[in-house]
């Protein structure tokens, strides 16, 4: 019998979204709602389990975590990929890591959330009409705005096909961006200074890395007009944060909307927190009950092959 853990539940509900008793008697599972941060405590917990399911980059899988967990020999990422794992790691230790397939979809409609939640304020307005107060502020207009996508992957280029159905103009820029596939996505290739100066919101849909690490920094932030917005629900060190901040609060642009941070979960005295113009969601992108059915169905999946000498989704080569 091999004991497997399921880490970062945050809402408490991946028991009930598979059917994880199907790998019983073969396997005994607990989940965990707590989030550790500590490293040392999270070998701990998880130092009698053989299997560990984690939720994306929740708990960062590094190699001295690998070191302190001598039982472990599957870990499972939900995704296709984990920045946060060290493969090469998990491989020196004989620990196979595999994936499993998320919709591609939730994020962004998230984006459209944050965008529409910063332009008509519905945040304050909620508020407002909560205390007794009605139609405080005046909203902005999406039709004819212009949507600036910092990547134009998958995620940007869906949320430009829904820009354009608001009767938005969509511009966007990546390295690797060419004008063929820019106008496939129905936007125009311009420079990444152009984009920040003319864009009404600056949406970020890139994957961290070295190279994306720290590239919306402060030059970046004032090129921005003050009435623009920037969303963020790609990854939270894309963003240079005390640059961004700064510009929050001294209102040299007009809001942010922001799904992703760097710790999460967010400190509960960070100062994003008392900034009246951003709109906040912890983390939301890819937190939707189908996308977790199908991830935590996959995970399921996932044992059962390693418990029948078979890989599915494989990330490694133990």
């Known amino acids: 019998m091999i004991r497997v853990a399921i880490l970062d539940d945050y809402q408490g509900v991946a028991l009930a979204l598979a059917d994880w008793q199907s790998l019983h008697p073969q396997a005994t599972i607990q989940a965990f709602a707590d989030h550790l941060d500590d490293l040392d405590a999270v070998a701990r917990r998880l130092h009698t389990f053989d299997c560990v399911v984690a939720m994306r ?9 690998f070191e302190k ?12 990929r984990n920045a946060s794992i060290d493969l090469a790691a998990a491989t020196d230790r004989k620990v196979q890591v595999c994936g499993t397939d998320m919709l591609p979809y939730p994020t962004a ?5 944050l965008i ?8 304050q307005e909620d508020r407002a009409a909560r205390a007794g107060r009605w139609q405080t502020t005046l909203g902005l207009g999406l039709n004819g705005k212009t949507l600036g996508l910092l990547g134009l992957g998958r995620l940007g280029s869906q949320v430009a096909r829904v820009g354009r159905a608001f009767g938005m103009a969509a511009i966007a820029w990546s390295q690797n961006l060419t004008a063929e596939r820019a106008a496939e996505a129905g936007a125009a290739l311009v420079s990444k200074d152009e984009l920040f100066a003319r864009s009404d919101i600056v949406s970020i849909h890139l994957v961290l890395s070295p ?10 932030i004032a090129r921005m007009k003050p009435t623009s917005f920037l969303v963020n629900t790609s990854r939270g060190p894309i963003v240079d944060e005390a640059a961004l901040l700064a510009a929050l609060s001294e209102r040299r642009i007009a809001g942010a909307g922001l799904d992703v941070f760097e ?5 509960r005295n960070h100062p994003v927190l008392a900034l009246d113009n951003v709109v906040i969601t912890p983390h939301l992108g890819y937190v939707t009950e189908e996308n977790y059915r ?3 169905g996959h995970a ?3 044992v059962r092959a390693f418990l029948a000498g078979r890989l599915l989704r494989p990330l490694n080569q133990v």
């Open 57 to 65: 980059e929740r708990t960062p899988f590094p190699r001295t975590l």
């Open 69 to 80: 967990l001598p039982n472990l020999r599957l870990l499972i990422t939900t995704g296709a």
């Open 109 to 113: 409609e998230l984006t459209w959330g």
């Open 116 to 123: 529409l939640a910063l332009f008509r304020h519905i945040p």
């Open 211 to 220: 190279r994306s690490r720290g590239l919306v920094g402060a030059a970046e």
């Open 263 to 267: 710790p999460e979960p967010l400190p």
């Open 294 to 296: 199908l991830a935590y």
């Open 300 to 302: 399921v999946e996932d």
